[in-house]
């Protein structure tokens, strides 16, 4: 049973950072694309980074210069370092995955989700 486990989520004043994590069980982690996206109320859900098994990594172009997307394959743990917080960041934070490969994009469809961290950051 596949499982994707975001932690690290809380209230943040603009200019401060924070550390997602997502924890991943149930299948080869190694073998598969990571991907965080977010979702504003009453917004559509937007990529945010991914990474493929490789470690090649895109962002979106907006958080490109202070977000950070890793991962440790020998934890099976996926991270995002958010930088220079605004209050436009704020909204809930998930983490995907889909089979690695020529579709690790943020457009490609993910396969598995986690249950989403919240993040608010206040001005």
């Known amino acids: 049973q596949v499982q994707l486990e975001e932690s690290g989520g809380g209230s943040v004043q603009a200019g401060g950072s924070l550390r997602l994590s997502c924890a991943a069980s149930g299948y080869t982690y190694s073998s598969y694309c990571m991907g965080w996206f977010r979702q504003a109320p009453g917004k559509e859900r937007e990529g945010v980074a991914r990474?493929?098994?490789?470690?090649?990594?895109r962002y979106a172009d907006s958080m490109k210069d202070r977000f950070t997307i890793s991962q440790d394959n020998a934890k099976n743990t996926l991270y995002l370092q958010m930088n220079s917080l605004k209050p436009e960041d704020t909204a809930m934070y998930y983490c995907?995955?889909?089979?690695?490969?020529?579709?690790?994009?943020?457009?490609?469809?993910?396969?598995?989700w986690g249950q989403g961290t919240q993040v608010t950051v206040s001005s």
């Open positions: 990474i493929d098994s490789d470690g090649t990594t």
């Open positions: 995907a995955s889909r089979p690695s490969g020529a579709y690790c994009d943020l457009r490609s469809r993910f396969i598995y």
